[in-house]
């Protein structure tokens, strides 16, 4: 098939009937987008770095099986993008930053490592806030991503990178990562499907920590369907990462075909109130009637402590960024400024190789760790952790998932709000309380407000209950397919 021919939109389940029916070869569908990346990427600045190399070689071995009539493993020929904070042997990751714009690690994140395995083809990696830190992809040293389903507005942060490679079909799906919501924000602002798995679930291994008790990878892409298999290829307890589950994994794309009748929808009524964009209000209840027409019963319930959840989370994230990047100091490796002293070089290198959000959140971290402070601020903020964790967990006993908006507005022009660091921490009001909670989370789109932009709804359920919002995601996006304007 030639590239003329090759469809724009691809889906996991399109690409496998199509490399066994010999309608597109891995190779082939590589090269594609490869293409697109090369016409596309100057404009959207998703991609930082590409590894065709990797590339071919991974989908020359797709082609292999299927010349032997091997089983192919689950994502074989999938063009898939890596956010630039995951490890990738041999290739380029900056985490958006120019204190690492050179390195490259020796070793493969387990996430990347696991899904090369299930066959997935790694085209490179993506644009990011700086060390994950931001709601707009603004803060990367590499430049801003654009909205492809908005030109001139944000994606979304941190994982701006990766929404807009799939939003702008320049991978079929993604890895992003979500400390306070950064992949369901970016999926929400790109209008795209976007998961965020119970802390866990994912081994964290080769990730670049920015908050240690809150990072999490996780997949973006087109459907439900899509991410759900994403999700599977990497889920499960790894070795090298002790905070990693045993718990088994599920077959979650199986899941995802369960009807919903009689499931009990909790609908908080603090994620309903001031602030909330009222076509954002709009479209969320839309979605919320149509899921209770689906057989779902709706429940109203309070959950008190969710207006203390940004302040909370501020403290404890950027307390946990403080002890993480120290190790950043051109000892090692990354940038080194010259100096005539230890402290001058740390000074030196610290100093050019960060960011202004960057440094904003190391010091606000330094600071609520300090001596006289500590209690006052961050063992504080870990109690207040605590009773929004008991909040979901009472919640849960009345209904079975949660539904929320995933932002309380649709995406913002860039440039908008980076003179406003508050307004740009309130972009994550409705997706903290989840990452503090450590409660799986997803955001799918539930239409467009009048200005074409795209509006998230986002699904939230118990531990380990990836299946159940995956399972309620899939049946509101086959009900509303093709999205309500």
Same mark, same amino acid.
């Given at each position: 098939?030639?590239?003329?021919?090759?469809?724009?939109?691809?889906?996991?389940?399109?690409?496998?009937?199509?490399?066994?029916?010999?309608?597109?070869?891995?190779?082939?569908?590589?090269?594609?987008?490869?293409?697109? $990346?090369?016409?596309?990427?100057?404009?959207? #600045?998703?991609?930082?770095?590409?590894?065709?190399?990797?590339?071919?070689?991974?989908?020359?071995?797709?082609?292999?099986?299927?010349?032997?009539?091997?089983?192919?493993?689950?994502?074989?020929?999938?063009?898939?993008?890596?956010?630039?904070?995951?490890?990738?042997?041999?290739?380029?990751?900056?985490?958006?930053?120019?204190?690492?714009?050179?390195?490259?690690?020796?070793?493969?994140?387990?996430?990347?490592?696991?899904?090369?395995?299930?066959?997935?083809? $790694?085209?490179?990696?993506?644009?990011?806030?700086?060390?994950?830190?931001?709601?707009?992809?603004? #803060?990367?040293?590499?430049?801003?991503?654009?909205?492809?389903?908005?030109?001139?507005?944000?994606?979304?942060?941190?994982?701006?990178?990766?929404?807009? =490679?799939?939003?702008?079909?320049?991978?079929?799906?993604?890895?992003?990562?979500?400390?306070?919501?950064?992949?369901?924000?970016?999926?929400?602002?790109?209008?795209?499907?976007?998961?965020?798995?119970?802390?866990?679930?994912?081994?964290?291994?080769?990730?670049?920590?920015?908050?240690?008790?809150?990072?999490?990878?996780?997949?973006?892409?087109?459907?439900?369907?899509?991410?759900?298999?994403?999700?599977?290829?990497?889920?499960?307890?790894?070795?090298?990462?002790?905070?990693?589950?045993?718990?088994?994994?599920?077959?979650?794309?199986?899941?995802?075909?369960?009807?919903?009748?009689?499931?009990?929808?909790?609908?908080?009524?603090?994620?309903?109130?001031?602030?909330?964009?009222?076509?954002?209000?709009?479209?969320?209840?839309?979605?919320?009637?149509?899921?209770?027409?689906?057989?779902?019963?709706?429940?109203?319930?309070?959950?008190?402590?969710?207006?203390?959840?940004?302040?909370?989370?501020?403290?404890? =994230?950027?307390?946990?960024?403080?002890?993480?990047?120290?190790?950043?100091?051109?000892?090692?490796?990354?940038?080194?400024?010259?100096?005539?002293?230890?402290?001058?070089?740390?000074?030196?290198?610290?100093?050019?190789?960060?960011?202004?959000?960057?440094?904003?959140?190391?010091?606000?971290?330094?600071?609520?760790?300090?001596?006289?402070?500590?209690?006052?601020?961050?063992?504080?903020?870990?109690?207040?952790?605590?009773?929004?964790?008991?909040?979901?967990?009472?919640?849960?006993?009345?209904?079975?998932?949660?539904?929320?908006?995933?932002?309380?507005?649709?995406?913002?022009?860039?440039?908008?709000?980076?003179?406003?660091?508050?307004?740009?921490?309130?972009?994550?009001?409705?997706?903290?309380?989840?990452?503090?909670?450590?409660?799986?989370?997803?955001?799918?789109?539930?239409?467009?407000?009048?200005?074409?932009?795209?509006?998230?709804?986002?699904?939230?359920?118990?531990?380990?209950?990836?299946?159940?919002?995956?399972?309620?995601?899939? =049946?509101?996006?086959?009900?509303?397919?093709?999205?309500?304007?």
């Amino acid at each position: 098939m030639s590239a003329a021919t090759l469809p724009s939109s691809w889906t996991i389940s399109s690409i496998r009937e199509s490399l066994l029916l010999k309608t597109v070869s891995a190779r082939e569908l590589t090269a594609e987008f490869f293409r697109r $990346i090369e016409r596309d990427n100057p404009r959207i #600045n998703a991609f930082l770095t590409v590894c065709p190399e990797r590339a071919f070689a991974a989908a020359d071995h797709v082609d292999a099986l299927i010349a032997r009539g091997e089983s192919l493993p689950p994502l074989a020929g999938v063009p898939v993008a890596m956010k630039d904070v995951l490890s990738t042997a041999g290739v380029r990751t900056t985490c958006g930053s120019k204190i690492l714009e050179n390195y490259i690690p020796p070793y493969d994140a387990t996430a990347v490592s696991r899904l090369e395995s299930a066959g997935a083809v $790694i085209l490179g990696k993506t644009n990011c806030d700086e060390f994950a830190m931001g709601s707009s992809n603004e #803060n990367s040293a590499f430049g801003p991503v654009q909205n492809p389903a908005a030109p001139g507005y944000v994606p979304g942060g941190s994982s701006g990178g990766s929404a807009a =490679a799939v939003a702008g079909q320049l991978a079929v799906a993604a890895l992003g990562t979500d400390t306070g919501g950064s992949i369901r924000q970016p999926g929400a602002c790109c209008g795209i499907t976007a998961l965020m798995p119970t802390y866990g679930r994912v081994s964290r291994y080769g990730l670049t920590a920015f908050a240690s008790s809150l990072d999490r990878i996780g997949p973006l892409a087109n459907s439900v369907e899509d991410a759900a298999s994403v999700l599977a290829a990497m889920a499960g307890r790894d070795p090298l990462d002790a905070t990693s589950t045993s718990a088994p994994v599920p077959d979650y794309r199986a899941q995802c075909q369960e009807p919903l009748h009689g499931l009990r929808l909790g609908i908080p009524r603090q994620y309903f109130g001031e602030g909330l964009d009222p076509e954002v209000r709009q479209k969320v209840e839309e979605a919320i009637a149509m899921l209770e027409k689906l057989g779902c019963r709706r429940v109203d319930l309070d959950m008190p402590h969710t207006d203390y959840a940004i302040a909370a989370y501020y403290i404890i =994230a950027t307390g946990e960024a403080s002890s993480n990047l120290a190790r950043y100091d051109g000892v090692r490796y990354g940038l080194r400024e010259p100096a005539n002293s230890l402290r001058e070089m740390y000074k030196r290198t610290r100093g050019r190789g960060f960011g202004t959000e960057v440094k904003r959140r190391v010091m606000l971290g330094t600071y609520a760790l300090s001596a006289g402070y500590y209690d006052a601020y961050y063992l504080r903020a870990q109690k207040v952790r605590a009773l929004i964790a008991r909040d979901f967990a009472e919640a849960f006993q009345r209904a079975d998932v949660l539904i929320t908006p995933t932002t309380p507005t649709p995406a913002f022009r860039i440039g908008e709000r980076t003179s406003d660091p508050l307004k740009m921490y309130l972009a994550d009001i409705y997706t903290v309380t989840g990452s503090l909670a450590g409660i799986p989370g997803i955001s799918v789109p539930c239409g467009k407000s009048t200005a074409n932009l795209p509006i998230g709804l986002q699904v939230f359920g118990p531990h380990f209950t990836e299946s159940l919002v995956l399972q309620v995601a899939h =049946a509101y996006q086959e009900a509303a397919s093709p999205l309500p304007s």
